[in-house]
């Protein structure tokens, strides 16, 4: 005792003072979850399954050709397999080659 006060406990195992209670419950290290799973990409409220890809979505919805498809999943391979987020010009037109196109007609002005 030091001035008519006790003595602070400084052993290791002693707790910090608790803060009074608002009587909110406490969240301390739990988070709410959100809406979107982010380890799987689900969204939670469509229930369980996988989920569409735009472009997918687009090419069975119609909005997209074969073509057009067959392109972005080409890209998109590329993308992954060589872990380039943005490929440049000219690996976008070795992709293009690979897919089977060549130059055969006259070049003509775009649209």
Do not use: C
Request: aromatic share 6%.
């Amino acid at each position: 005792m030091k001035d008519g006060k006790p003595a602070a406990d400084k052993s290791p195992d002693a707790e910090p003072p608790k803060a009074p209670s608002s009587g909110a419950p406490e969240r301390r290290g739990k988070r709410r979850r959100s809406v979107v799973d982010r380890r799987l990409g689900l969204e939670r409220r469509r229930g369980p399954g996988r989920r569409r890809s735009d472009e997918r979505r687009s090419a069975e919805e119609g909005e997209m050709t074969d073509e057009q498809f067959d392109f972005i999943m080409a890209i998109d391979k590329y993308k992954r397999t060589n872990n380039r987020p943005f490929p440049t010009w000219t690996e976008v037109l070795e992709i293009i080659h690979a897919l089977g196109y060549r130059q055969v007609a006259e070049p003509e002005d775009l649209k």
